[in-house]
């Protein structure tokens, strides 16, 4: 390659500007050999040359992108996941389940559990950290890269919000369908014979605690032909899903559960949910963040196979004491009596739902609320009657029937709860005559303590009216 001199080339041009003359350029410094005759040419080493290389460049460039980008099209798949999905946690427990990372990067989730006895154990599930990692399953190599955000979390959690992506060839184009398949069925498995209960954080259902075992669906003793009544009414519901459709009925369905406190109503929403395979969401009214607006909106987005539990719905309906003016809450406006009706059955009310409420006053309910619509089917659940204090013995004490008979006759008209029927077995177990020969002793005890309560409350009535 020659030396070129620019002074020279540019000649009249230079010395008519008076300028310094340019240092001459080596040819051999150029990128890419260049052939004599073109480092020769005045107009190339005057700087069109140089500039046609440079288009030629910035082309070869953008075409390298693009074709990186058909490549990623064509050969390339990916899934993205956030973090508020459902799948998310499917996918990354599968993850730590199948041990299918394969980085020196890792994060820890730690299980912690404790026994009836109180014994704590602890397990340790090892998952990719944030960043790319390379991961084989099934012959496939798969890209996972996990992303979080560090600017913005999620304000009911304090969680940050994150998205995990899965990059995977196309020449298996199911291979995704196979994972979230895979990461389901085993999600499933690991819930089978559990009820989970949903509780309401910010505007959202998140699981609270582990998932409880099942309950059995005769382990709450109610009056004869109760628990089945309600078992069948709610089948028939959930089998007319066109029936209401032809019709033009609001396709769900409310049942309220009515009586003293202790006699099993909530208990037999648990068992219910159990053998029909549901979960439960339990809407505290009481919360002081409960809003008309938030109660709408829970109910609108429950999730799928779930029961909807209200517990204590007189809450709403009393006199309820405004909300501290220097509290975390203050101007908030707490859920109404109207709010209320309008989330069961107005034109906000969502439909697909199955919402079961529970009172210990049943009288101090207005008719708007009990009227069919809102609730279709209300059950009294009273104090035991003697069926189900035979029922309740037999089932502590199996096969003891004359016992039971005995027992039965002396409790039958002492009004006892379930609740104070089994604190009572309790002291006896695998004691079946000993727990009717005290029957009598505990009975009169109780009689003394409700006498002793009484006569307190007659006090203070008298003291507020002197």
């Not at 439960?280 to 999730?303: E, F, K, Q």
């Not at 029961?307 to 006199?319: H, I, M, R, T, Y």
Request: proline share 6%.
């Amino acid at each position: 390659m020659a030396a070129l001199n620019m002074a020279a080339l540019g000649g009249a041009g230079a010395g008519a500007s008076g300028s310094m003359p340019m240092p001459p350029i080596d040819a051999s410094k150029f990128p890419l050999p260049l052939p004599e005759w073109l480092v020769g040419n005045p107009l190339f080493t005057a700087g069109f040359g140089l500039g046609a290389m440079g288009a030629a460049m910035s082309l070869l460039s953008r075409g390298a992108a693009v074709a990186e980008v058909v490549f990623r099209r064509q050969v390339l798949m990916s899934l993205e996941i956030p973090s508020k999905d459902y799948a998310y946690q499917w996918v990354m427990q599968w993850m730590v389940a199948n041990r299918i990372h394969g980085s020196r990067h890792l994060g820890v989730e730690t299980t912690y559990s404790k026994d009836a006895a109180g014994r704590q154990t602890a397990a340790f599930d090892f998952i990719p950290s944030p960043g790319r990692h390379w991961v084989r399953w099934r012959g496939n190599f798969i890209l996972v890269d996990r992303a979080r955000e560090t600017k913005t979390v999620d304000m009911s959690t304090g969680a940050p919000w994150e998205t995990l992506t899965l990059t995977a060839l196309s020449i298996r184009p199911n291979v995704f369908q196979d994972i979230l398949a895979e990461a389901k069925q085993a999600a499933l498995e690991r819930e089978e014979g559990m009820t989970i209960i949903y509780q309401c954080y910010g505007h959202e259902w998140r699981p609270f605690g582990n998932p409880k075992r099942i309950r059995p669906f005769d382990s709450v003793v109610l009056d004869s032909g109760v628990s089945n009544h309600v078992f069948d009414d709610i089948q028939d519901f959930l089998q007319s899903h066109k029936w209401y459709l032809d019709r033009g009925i609001p396709y769900r369905r409310g049942y309220l559960l009515h009586g003293p406190p202790g006699c099993g109503k909530s208990s037999f929403v648990s068992a219910l949910a159990g053998r029909l395979g549901y979960n439960i969401c339990v809407l505290n009214l009481g919360d002081p963040s409960m809003t008309d607006d938030r109660l709408a909106h829970m109910l609108a987005v429950v999730p799928p196979r779930c029961l909807v539990l209200l517990e204590d719905v007189d809450f709403a309906v009393g006199q309820q004491t405004p909300a501290d003016p220097s509290g975390p809450y203050a101007g908030v406006t707490r859920v109404s009596f109207s709010g209320l009706l309008n989330a069961l059955d107005g034109v906000i009310a969502t439909e697909e739902r199955v919402v079961f409420m529970t009172t210990n006053h049943f009288h101090a309910l207005p008719r708007a609320l009990v009227r069919p619509g809102r609730v279709d089917l209300s059950i009294y659940i009273g104090l035991a009657s003697r069926s189900q204090l035979k029922m309740m013995y037999l089932r502590f004490f199996p096969g003891q029937e004359d016992l039971s008979e005995t027992f039965a006759t002396v409790c039958e008209d002492e009004g006892l709860s379930m609740a104070e029927l089994q604190g009572y077995f309790m002291f006896f177990k695998n004691k079946p005559e000993e727990a009717v020969a005290n029957i009598k002793e505990w009975l009169d005890e109780r009689r003394k303590v409700h006498e002793e309560q009484l006569q307190k409350l007659r006090e203070d009535r008298c003291l507020i009216v002197q």
